[in-house]
């Protein structure tokens, strides 16, 4: 009885790239405390806590993040204040207002997004102060 989903929920979920399994705060919620989850989240209420899964998180117009936030991948259109830690790709999207240092595999940054903090771009094929690949020190080591 409360598992049957209509087609236009289903619909809902499809197009804003939600699966079955997904975790919805709304606007005009607020939570106090960390969050951790293995499923997508998305975000319209208010978190105050930091928050780990490793999924998806997108955060929509009226979401307001109050710490921390580490994810697979990341869509923003609301405001974060905290540190953000993405392994592929972060989108900062529309009027987002992200206060905060991101580290992220791939980024990217809508002109009208506002961003305050430092970036660093975690590769696979990332440099060190020598100038060489990681990738090249480690087929060096190899041979020594």
């Known amino acids: 009885m409360f598992n049957a989903k209509s087609k236009s929920d289903m619909s809902y979920e499809k197009s804003n790239g939600l699966n079955g399994g997904a975790t919805l705060i709304s606007a005009g919620t607020t939570l106090k405390g960390d969050i951790n989850s293995s499923n997508d989240l998305r975000i319209d209420g208010t978190i105050v806590g930091n928050i780990r899964t490793t999924s ?56 009208t997004a506002t961003f305050n903090g430092q970036c660093h771009m975690a590769g696979v094929s990332s440099t060190n102060t020598s ?8 087929k060096e080591a190899e041979l020594n």
């Open 56 to 111: 998806k998180i997108i955060i929509g117009n009226s979401g307001v993040i109050e710490g921390d936030i580490e994810c697979n991948q990341a869509d923003i259109t609301g405001k974060v204040n905290g540190n953000i830690k993405v392994k592929d790709l972060l989108q900062l999207k529309g009027e987002c207002n992200i206060t905060g240092n991101v580290q992220a595999g791939k980024l990217q940054v809508e002109p």
């Open 131 to 138: 100038g060489k690949k990681t990738a090249e020190l480690e």
